[in-house]
């Protein structure tokens, strides 16, 4: 496993000498790599969907058979990448993707990742204060939706604008619709918009074409939500907002190894030793419990 490839898998050879892959992760990856027509894709999509929409993290769960000579010469491959003096990761990352294809659905899984206690009381706290709120989360869209309004970082009263685009172009266009709405309804002076971004947008939106536009839209939001970002947007956010924002001081709170590289970019990182391990807090300027 690794953020950026969002999945992991398991070679096993079973009791009657077939060679099964078994390989789990986040849909976004997962779908891309199945056998065409998989017939549970559809049936599988839906529970995702409304897995998700409760507020509940999801994982897809795959496998396929592989022919032997096919895995006796992808080991060799893998083995040679395992043992490289140079650029090793990315040489295991590549060859792993050889061999994670035409997958077959065996279902999806979904947990309950509980609020902790006062959660939007201190959010709401922190408002008060004058202190703007982003989340920067892995978890699929409608997931953050949900627990957006958990937290009350999003409330029914909100006009809330969901950005997608596949090119920069794309989002610089949507970003200046944006500005028109803000404008039009007067939302900066109620204080009432929220922007949602998930991670495929956000990779143009970081672009220097783009960014300046995609600032001031998320700047002038009283809530942003950025979903499906992987470690290095995280960090990426947290460090545009420190460049390019005067006299601002970011503080980053996060609980495992994802958010590592967010709360060192951050002027003050703050880590919460939960049940994700210690390098949150390890990487942290203060360690907290709840």
């Not at 959660?119 to 922190?126: F, N, R």
């Not at 685009?165 to 028109?180: C, I, N, R």
């Not at 803000?182 to 960014?211: C, E």
């Not at 939001?221 to 956010?237: E, F, G, L, N």
Request: one cysteine or more; hydrophobic letters at 40%.
């Amino acid at each position: 496993f690794s953020s950026d490839r969002k999945r992991m898998s398991v070679i096993v050879r079973t009791p009657d000498g077939a060679i099964k892959l078994f390989c789990k992760g986040a849909d976004s990856v997962i779908y891309e790599r199945l056998c065409p027509n998989d017939p549970l894709s559809k049936v599988t999509a839906n529970h995702l969907e409304r897995f998700a929409v409760s507020g509940l993290r999801t994982l897809c769960v795959t496998q396929t058979v592989l022919e032997e000579d096919l895995y006796e010469k992808w080991s060799e491959r893998y083995y040679q990448a395992s043992i490289a003096m140079e650029k090793r990761e990315e040489r295991i990352d590549q060859v792993s993707e050889e061999i994670e294809l035409n997958l077959s659905l065996l279902g999806a899984t979904a947990i309950d990742d509980k609020l902790q206690t006062d959660v939007p009381e201190s959010i709401e706290a922190l408002r008060k204060a004058n202190i703007k709120i982003w989340v920067l989360t892995g978890d699929k869209q409608e997931t953050a939706i949900t627990i957006g309004f958990a937290s009350r970082q999003l409330t029914s009263s909100m006009h809330i604008m969901i950005l997608e685009g596949h090119t920069p172009e794309d989002v610089h266009h949507k970003l200046s619709e944006f500005v028109g709405k803000i404008g039009q309804a007067n939302l900066i002076k109620k204080d009432n918009a929220a922007l949602i971004v998930d991670g495929k947008t956000l990779q143009h939106a970081l672009d220097p074409s783009v960014q300046e536009s995609f600032l001031n839209v998320a700047l002038a939001c009283r809530s942003v939500i950025c979903c499906r970002v992987s470690p290095s947007q995280k960090a990426a956010v947290v460090e545009m907002v420190k460049v390019k924002v005067k006299d601002s001081i970011t503080l980053a709170i996060g609980d495992g190894a994802n958010d590592v590289g967010m709360i060192q970019a951050a002027h003050v990182g703050v880590g919460i030793s939960g049940r994700e391990g210690l390098q949150a807090t390890l990487a942290s300027d203060y360690a907290i419990a709840q």
